[in-house]
């Protein structure tokens, strides 16, 4: 696949020969709320475009690389070799603030560092897109979307990086979403318990 622009919206054309999977509420409190994620991948890196219906836009306009799992976001974490723990974690929130992390995990204790030299080849593309209501904190919506570009020159260093076709990493696509109060949590591969950082329950990617 070829390099594209986001939107936000997943317009590039690039997008229509890619299917959708479903992220399911992993309680009650997400029913309702449909989610889905579709990803792509070129030379240079992988694209995730999500999809998620919303009733309230549960954000207080964090910044960057600030706490975004306490307000509504979507969740990537690529594991791209099993023999080493550690893996990138990327946020998103409907404003468009991101969180990219390494994360190294020893049997259940991880910490998140923060990229360095994180610019031009490095740096993540993203774009949000509201519908159905205003782009500001609290407002009444109907769903919003999240476009990312993870680039592989940020992956550098982790093992299986880039993938060639035939090649596996273990994965998992996240939502967290609170209109309700009390956090709604969906996974592409469930299982994952009370922590998202479950490792052992990521689902796999095959590249193509």
């Known amino acids: 696949m070829h390099d594209f622009e986001l939107d936000g919206r997943g317009s590039a054309s690039a ?43 549960t954000s207080s306009g964090l910044g960057d690389n600030q706490d975004l799992w306490k307000e509504d976001v979507v969740e990537a974490f690529l594991w791209t070799d099993e023999r080493h723990p550690v893996y990138f974690e990327y946020e998103l929130s409907p404003l468009g603030a991101e969180l990219p992390l390494l994360v190294p995990n020893d049997r259940g204790t991880f910490i998140g560092w923060v990229p360095w030299h994180y610019g031009e080849a490095r740096r993540t593309r993203r774009a949000t897109n509201i519908r159905g209501g205003e782009r500001a904190a609290g407002a009444a919506i109907s769903g919003w979307t999240a476009e990312f570009f993870i680039p592989f020159a940020l992956l550098r260093g982790l093992s299986n990086v880039p993938p060639t076709p035939g090649a596996t990493w273990r994965a998992n696509f996240y939502r967290i979403d609170h209109d309700a109060g009390e956090p709604a949590l969906f996974a592409w591969s469930g299982g994952v318990g009370d922590s998202f950082h479950n490792i052992n329950e990521f689902g796999t990617l095959l590249f193509e």
């Not at 889905?36 to 694209?47: E, P």
């Open 15 to 57: 997008w229509e020969a890619v299917q959708w999977w479903a992220i399911e509420p992993l309680k009650s409190a997400g029913d309702g709320y449909r989610t889905r994620v579709k990803l792509a991948y070129s030379g240079t890196g992988i694209y995730c475009l999500y999809d998620c219906d919303d009733r309230v836009l």
